[in-house]
């Protein structure tokens, strides 16, 4: 006899391990021996050029569209030194070193819940689709390669930098030798950072902006999925699991209701949209062709 006790305690137990965040892939770096390299300076690097494809590849699955191909290197360069607070874990699967290099294969976990708020924090959900105006403002004496760091990060940020707009960045030499202190603007509040690395200092004050716009829509009421058909509720389940790995589609994805009627089995979703086109795409593929039925929105498709 079936108990809804025992199936709930099924539920958190599987919803548990769906959500832990964790996504692993492998990934295939060659690295070659430059002049004057070690061969531990070549394994570091090679390492790290293994995350930074890692966390690439996943953010690729999680972005609602494309970045385009500048923007893309812009970000592989930022992770070469950024890329570990996205790492759950690794294995490697190979190495194969020579005096040309090193043939580095590797298994990484990228956290995903991680690197979903890291996403949202860089910018690249609010300025995938187009660039956002701001200003951003240094000191005259700046050195040509700190110049050059801060073009990179409006770049790869999405910014369309305008004189005199809000909100504006603002970048001055700190007080401790070698450090930074950047200073963000809006019309109704300032934050300040001090960093001796100044893509950390930039999107800390950058991730607090973000944060807020995307906090603010966020109180917006989520959209809600109905789906109904299923013989058993292992079957539901398995497509939250589904449903959940639609990170370009949708986010925030949480389980409300599951219907027990005496004709199916019957669920409710609710999410934050990020692509109604491709989650309609997506959803079209894979649950009429299993005699299931399905609401978003206000559209109704058997």
């Not at 959900?125 to 004496?141: H, K, Q």
């Not at 950058?206 to 716009?213: I, L, N, Q």
């Not at 966020?218 to 292992?234: K, M």
């Not at 009429?288 to 609401?295: A, D, V």
Request: charged content about 25%; aromatic content about 8%; proline content about 4%.
């Amino acid at each position: 006899m079936f108990s809804i006790r025992s199936f709930v305690c099924s539920l958190l137990l599987v919803l548990t391990v769906f959500t832990g965040g964790a996504a692993a892939g492998e990934v295939r770096i060659l690295k070659p021996m430059e002049e004057g390299m070690s061969a531990m300076q070549l394994r570091s690097q090679a390492m790290s050029e293994g995350f930074a494809q890692a966390v690439l590849e996943e953010s690729g699955k999680m972005l609602p569209g494309k970045l385009d191909e500048a923007r893309a290197e812009l970000f592989r360069e930022y992770l070469l030194e950024h890329a570990k607070p996205y790492i759950q874990g690794y294995k490697i699967i190979s190495s194969e070193a020579s005096e040309a290099g090193l043939i580095l294969r590797l298994d990484v976990q990228v956290n995903k819940t991680s690197l979903r708020d890291g996403l949202k924090r860089m910018g690249f959900l609010a300025t995938l689709s187009e660039p956002l105006s701001a200003s951003v403002v240094w000191p005259d004496d700046l050195d040509e390669e700190t110049r050059i760091v801060l073009q990179k990060l409006v770049a790869l940020t999405g910014l369309q930098v305008e004189p005199s707009i809000l909100p504006q960045f603002t970048l001055e030499a700190g007080k401790e030798k070698g450090t930074f202190k950047g200073r963000m603007e809006l019309d109704d509040r300032e934050w300040m950072a001090i960093n001796k690395d100044i893509p950390t200092l930039w999107f800390d004050l950058w991730g607090r902006f973000f944060s807020r716009s995307q906090g603010a829509s966020a109180q917006i009421a989520p959209d809600t999925l109905l789906v109904a058909g299923w013989f058993s509720p292992d079957a539901v389940l398995e497509f939250d699991r589904v449903l959940r790995s639609w990170d370009s589609s949708v986010q925030d994805v949480r389980l409300v209701e599951i219907d027990m009627q005496p004709t199916g089995v019957g669920a409710t979703w609710t999410f934050r949209l990020l692509s109604s086109e491709r989650l309609n795409m997506q959803l079209q593929g894979f649950l009429p062709q299993r005699g299931l039925n399905f609401k978003l929105a206000d559209k109704e498709t058997k």
